[in-house]
């Protein structure tokens, strides 16, 4: 039996058997991951609603920038994260550095312009069926980025899902604030960065294989909302 | 149907939304007065020269081929739309936004996607209206307009037909002065027409103004007191519905009541 082959087996025990190790890493991404989500949710619905039904100056590279940032790499955005938080930066004073509020922050910064430029089209979508109905009835536009947010609910489920994806999946970013400090900062990817450069490929692959069930599993989400989307839609 | 001596032309008694003294006077705000409206989309005039008064008390239909300008005429009306040149004026003030005390119904229904009750309620809630208020007029609307058995179902699970009538519906539990209707029955089959028909009727008699479009000779012919005869952008003709269809004065009209083709 190859090392890989010994591994992977070693890796389906880890995984199967829940080890404590394991476990806690696990939580410890969703716990950061979800925590980023919901941030990312409640700044991005609302600026793409923002950005669909409202017009001010600037509006347009508003715009342009999110799509743009949809891009950032991760490491920039860590890096970035990490000037404001250090002793020297802006927000120094409350010694975030390393620890998971940075992660959760820099995973926010990174996720909410995916969930802003993605709900934004549906807005778009949903406001040029609306807008006739929604003005002639008298709804002022934040009144109807109210109620379009409300019908758009099962539309606006896979924008967030994509966010979830993107922040679950990254390293550079939570490798950067969080510092990959064991029981503290340590996460899924910034595991089995750190494993499979000592050679223990076990816990890396336990953990890739948890990734890429999670990965599947909000794949799936993401199509089942969009179904139900589809059919709420007649 | 003319009945016109029977509705206040300059007061009515509307109640204030959100108001918990009782009613309140809301003055008319008819008559609706388009003055040299015309209006362009790029370099093609849409409408040309529009002038004419609506006054309360008839049932009025704008009649006239497909493309004769009756959509624009009654979003210009409403105020979704601002004509390019020439005003819309309500007792002789220009409109902002969309002014209050009229609602308009369009061709194809817009329906939340929550339940019938819910649409309804949707307007009377952003006319600041309290909850006990909006539970009675939104069994009155639901049985003025026969929709009673379907208060609870999701509104887009609805026949076209019954959407058409929970539009309608949705816009007279606004209590409006002026409702105006975009052909609120084309494309219904003869029941369905028949239903929305009946609904109208009783909004008319309610008092409220009725202002809509069709290209339904027939239905202008059942419905109408007063019709304004567009064609290609142009009004040709503003006159009594018994004097319309006895003697049309234009060539167009005269054509069009003999039910020849107009384009």
């Known amino acids: 039996m190859s090392d890989v082959e010994s591994a992977l087996l070693s890796a389906v025990r880890l995984v199967f058997t829940l080890d404590r190790d394991l476990a806690e890493i696990i939580g410890l991404s969703m716990r950061v991951s979800l925590s980023a989500v919901a941030v990312a949710a409640l700044i991005g619905v ?155 490929l076990a816990m890396a692959m336990g953990l890739g294989i948890v990734l890429v069930l999670l990965s599947l599993a909000v794949n799936a989400s993401v199509f089942i909302a969009s179904e139900a989307a589809a059919k709420s839609g007649r | 149907m003319g009945r016109s001596d029977q509705y206040p032309s300059v007061l009515q008694t509307v109640p204030g939304p959100g108001d918990f003294r009782g009613p309140r006077m809301v003055p008319g705000i008819l008559p609706l007065e388009v003055r040299r409206v015309s209006l362009d989309m790029g370099s ?28 624009l005429t009654l979003r210009l009306c409403h105020g979704l739309l601002r004509p390019t040149v020439g005003e819309v004026l309500w007792r002789g003030i220009a409109a902002r936004e969309v002014p209050k005390h009229q609602t308009m119904v369009f061709q194809r229904p817009m329906m939340l996607r929550r339940s019938v009750t819910a649409n309804i309620e949707y307007g009377l809630r952003l006319q600041g209206m309290g909850r006990r208020q909006r539970r009675e007029r939104i069994a009155e609307v639901l049985k003025l307009a026969g929709l009673e058995a379907l208060a609870g179902r999701a509104a887009r699970s609805l026949s076209i037909g019954e959407q058409q009538r929970v539009a309608i519906a949705r816009a007279w539990a606004l209590r409006p002065q002026v409702l105006f209707l975009d052909e609120p029955a084309a494309n219904l089959d003869p029941s369905a027409t028949r239903a929305i028909e009946g609904v109208l009727r009783a909004v008319h008699n309610s008092g409220t103004k009725i202002v809509m479009s069709t290209h339904d000779l027939p239905q202008a012919k059942r419905l109408a007191d007063e019709i304004l005869f567009l064609h290609r952008g142009r009004l040709l003709e503003q006159s009594s519905a018994d004097t319309f269809f006895d003697n049309p004065v234009t060539t167009e009209a005269q054509a069009f009541v003999e039910g020849e083709l107009l384009w």
């Not at chain 1, 999110?66 to 891009?71: I, K, R, S, T, V």
């Not at chain 1, 009835?137 to 994509?162: C, E, H, K, N, Q």
């Not at chain 2, 093609?44 to 959509?71: E, H």
């Open chain 2, 44 to 71: 093609r005039r849409l409408l040309d020269d529009l002038n004419f008064t609506v006054k309360s008390g008839s049932f009025t239909i704008i009649l006239g081929p497909n493309g004769a300008g009756k959509s």
């Open chain 1, 46 to 200: 609302p600026l793409g609603g923002a950005l669909a039904l409202l017009r001010f100056p600037g509006r347009k590279t508003v715009i342009v920038l999110l799509n743009a940032f949809m891009g950032l790499p991760p490491v920039v955005v860590g890096l970035a994260v990490y000037l404001m938080l250090s002793r020297l930066g802006p927000m120094g004073v409350f010694g975030l550095l390393y620890s998971p509020a940075a992660m959760i922050i820099a995973q926010s910064v990174l996720v909410t312009p995916i969930v802003a430029a993605l709900s934004r089209q549906v807005f778009v979508d949903f406001w040029s069926e609306y807008e006739d109905q929604l003005r002639s009835l008298g709804a002022g536009r934040g009144r109807a980025i109210l109620t379009l947010a409300w019908d758009a609910r099962s539309s606006l489920v896979p924008p967030v899902l994509a966010g979830f994806g993107r922040a679950t999946a990254e390293v550079g970013a939570v490798m950067i604030v969080g510092g990959n400090i064991d029981h503290v900062t340590r996460v899924m990817t910034t595991t089995i960065a750190l494993e499979t450069s000592k050679g223990n």
